[in-house]
């Protein structure tokens, strides 16, 4: 099946400091690419829809200037939490979305980023 | 929006014995619906899907069921094995967006040797 590479596995950073997070699609192109992040034992929440090309689509609640994205190629989405704070500590995944091909149209996650804010 | 509820929250089986978990969403125009698998620490792994045109589908161990009449969709494992065991996540999705994934909040399942 098609890969996602999610990277860094893990960030402790101090409060205040920014961090970014890359997923890239490895074997395939992905103008869609897709934020979620999850508190321990707790479902995942969508966070944003990344499009190649322009700006993300946010959920209800999530600070778009908080949580920065870019999507500038068809295989690479970042995402750059500003001036993290403790309570932004959090595992991030991000999905890509396969069209066609023998993966016909489905939705692959990366390996998830643990944040942790000092 | 689309809200996606999830039973039961915690799974216990023998090695051998079926594992069946249960989910319910709200949205009529849902379409997409896949099976997570997760590891601690890792991301959820796909492990099988359903759209709304076909009622069940089956990979060897593992299949699902959809009722979209009555808005639920059930993933079934068979002759479970300790290697199964991990959170499995269901989720909906619906649109012209197929990642646009709205997830139950899990089951953990553990299968006892």
């Known amino acids: 099946g098609a890969v996602v590479s999610q990277h860094p596995s893990w960030v402790i950073c101090k409060s205040g400091t920014s961090v970014k997070i890359e997923c890239r699609s490895l074997d395939f192109q992905a103008t869609t690419m897709f934020w979620y992040r999850q508190f321990p034992k707790q479902s995942l929440m969508l966070m944003a829809t990344s499009n190649e090309g322009s700006k993300a689509t946010y959920e209800q609640g999530v600070e778009k200037d908080k949580f920065l994205i870019n999507h500038a190629s068809l295989t690479l989405s970042t995402l750059t939490v500003t001036s993290a704070h403790p309570e932004d500590s959090s595992f991030y995944i991000c999905?890509?979305?396969?069209?066609?091909?023998?993966?016909?149209?489905?939705?692959?996650f990366g390996s998830g980023t643990q944040l942790s804010v000092l | 929006g689309e809200n996606v509820e999830q039973h039961p929250s915690t799974l216990s089986v023998q090695e051998g014995d079926s594992a069946v978990i249960k989910c319910t969403y709200s949205d009529s125009a849902s379409n997409y619906f896949p099976w997570y698998k997760q590891e601690l620490g890792k991301g959820p792994q796909l492990i099988i899907d359903i759209r709304s045109n076909v009622g069940e589908k089956k990979d060897q161990r593992i299949a699902v069921t959809l009722n979209k009449t009555a808005k639920h969709f059930s993933l079934h494992i068979t002759e479970t094995q300790p290697e199964d065991s991990a959170v499995y996540f269901c989720a909906a999705s619906g649109g012209s967006t197929l990642g646009r994934l709205y997830f139950g909040r899990g089951t953990q399942l553990t299968v006892w040797p």
């Open positions: 999905s890509a979305e396969s069209l066609g091909g023998t993966d016909n149209e489905k939705l692959f």
